[in-house]
């Protein structure tokens, strides 16, 4: 059998121990919230991670990487918010090579070379794709930093402002600064 069949095969089960290994870096009362809410509006966090693993997951096993960076964008700007450090917020890419070997590891111990070989080609596109995966949080990372920066000079302006330390020269926009 050829390894895109059985993930395809496995889907629900590569699908549900990925999701469970990305809510154990969660504390547990909120991997239970996570887990037990289902509506998309109850639990945005949730739905985004289970529909971002399905999306990610279909697009590894179809070759089609055109999509892919959309839902892996989905789950990256959560765990960038949440102050997730580089490793933790793209782990959950590797860790669904785990997974997925303990899925064929019965296939595996058949010795086929070829499902092997099929198995490190996946592998590698996994890799690649945890690449994306780091530029996309250092980008959303970068971006709050931005905002927080520019939160700070706003305060900073209003308070000076406010204690009349700040002068206006003429034709000058003194917010500008």
């Known amino acids: 059998m050829k390894l895109d069949q059985i993930l395809e095969k496995n889907k629900a089960?590569?699908?549900?121990?990925?999701?469970?290994?990305?809510?154990?870096?969660?504390?547990?009362?909120?991997?239970?919230?996570?887990?037990?809410?289902k509506d998309?509006?109850?639990?945005?966090?949730?739905?985004a991670?289970?529909?971002?693993?399905?999306?990610?997951?279909?697009?590894?096993?179809?070759?089609?990487?055109?999509r892919i960076?959309?839902?892996?964008?989905?789950?990256?700007?959560?765990?960038?918010v949440q102050d997730f450090r580089p490793g933790q917020a793209v782990g959950f890419m590797f860790q669904l090579k785990s997974v997925i070997r303990d899925v064929v590891a019965d296939d595996l111990a058949r010795q086929d070379a070829g499902l092997?070989?099929?198995?490190?080609?996946?592998?590698?596109?996994?890799?690649e794709q945890?690449?994306?995966?780091?530029d996309i949080y250092m980008k959303?990372?970068?971006?709050?930093?931005?905002?927080?920066?520019?939160?700070?000079?706003r305060n900073t302006?209003?308070?000076?402002?406010?204690a009349n330390l700040i002068c206006e020269v003429e034709g000058q926009d003194a917010s500008a600064n």
């Open 130 to 134: 945890a690449k994306l995966a780091f």
């Open 13 to 37: 089960v590569i699908l549900q121990g990925w999701v469970e290994i990305i809510l154990k870096a969660y504390p547990d009362e909120t991997s239970r919230f996570i887990k037990s809410r």
């Open 140 to 153: 959303c990372r970068e971006r709050l930093y931005e905002l927080k920066t520019d939160e700070f000079k």
């Open 69 to 80: 960076a959309s839902f892996i964008d989905d789950i990256i700007r959560i765990r960038a």
């Open 40 to 47: 998309r509006f109850d639990n945005p966090v949730g739905h």
């Open 116 to 127: 092997v070989r099929e198995l490190l080609e996946f592998e590698s596109r996994i890799d």
């Open 157 to 162: 302006f209003r308070l000076l402002q406010q």
């Open 49 to 66: 991670i289970s529909t971002g693993v399905e999306g990610i997951f279909n697009c590894l096993v179809e070759g089609g990487n055109e």
